[in-house]
């Protein structure tokens, strides 16, 4: 496990008051989550490779009432927005592409 850390695959959707994330990484060791109210950090290694991320969330998150669970083959991840409401524009703060 050397080297710099990857960006992993990352797919989300969205309700009123939800996002549906996923972090694609098949038999994840050593994952750490942390969820702030604002932001995600995630990190593991999975086929002797790190991987790591950093996310700011669009809007403001409930991380007490967010769950998760590392699988098999992913990170399934429901991260409880502040307030239901309208769609969020994008799922980060920064607009453009980031992978």
Not at 6 to 17: L, T, Y
Not at 49 to 69: M, R
């Amino acid at each position: 496990m050397q080297g710099a850390s990857i960006v992993p695959p990352i797919v989300w959707a969205q309700r009123r008051d939800r996002i549906l994330l996923t972090i694609d990484l098949q038999d994840v060791k050593d994952a750490k989550i942390k969820l702030t109210d604002t932001t995600l950090t995630f990190s593991g290694t999975a086929n002797n490779k790190n991987y790591h991320v950093e996310l700011e969330f669009f809007g403001p998150i409930n991380p007490e009432a967010s769950k998760w669970g590392v699988l098999p083959r992913h990170i399934q991840m429901n991260i409880v927005k502040k307030e239901s409401g309208p769609y969020w524009e994008r799922l980060l703060k920064e607009g453009g592409k980031h992978w």
